[in-house]
C-alpha cells in the first residue's frame, strides 16, 4: 500500500508498461513494484522480501531483469519496462509456461513469476544452456519451496523445444 508520506508527495509520472504509456501518481521513493501491484494492478511481480534478495519481483528494464522492489518508478521514466504479464505471448515464455506446467516445476507457486521472467531474459540470451548455467543465471531467485531441480529441468525442457521448432523445416 502508498504510505501516506508518499502520497503527499506524489506526482503524475508517465511510464512505459509493457509497450503502453501509463500514467501513475508515484513520490519520489515510490517503488516500481508498488507502481505496477497498487496503482495498475499488475501482479504478477510478487513482494518478497521487498528487500532486493527474493528476486520474487523480477522485472525487464531496458530488457535487463532487475528488481523492482529496489527500483525506483521515478527513475523507469523514459526506460521500458516489461513485467510478466507483456511476455506471456513470447514463444519463449509459451515454451517455459509448457514445460514449468509438465515438470510439475513449482509448488506454492510465489517464486513462479520472477523465476520466469529471469529464465526468458536468460534463453533470450544463451539459447542452448547446460544446467550450470540455468542455476547461475537464476541464482537470484529463491524458492522457499526449493523446487531448483525442477525448476532447472523445466528451463532446460524449454530451451530444448524452442531449439527443435526453431530447426524444423519451413513448411
Ligand atoms: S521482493 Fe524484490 S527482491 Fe524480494
Ligand atoms: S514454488 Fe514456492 S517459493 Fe518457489
Redesign the pocket.
Known sequence: MTSPAAVTTAKRVELDINGTAAEVRAGLTTTL?TVLRDELHLTAA????????????TVEIDGVPM????SLAHGCVGRPVRTLEGMLETPCMQALQRSFAASGAFQCGFCTPGVLVAAHAFLTSDPNPDDAAIRQALSGNLCRCTGYAGIVAAVLSAAASLGATASEPAA
Open positions: 513494484l510478487k513482494r518478497g522480501c521487498n528487500q532486493g534478495v527474493c528476486g520474487a519481483c528488481r523492482a522492489c529496489l
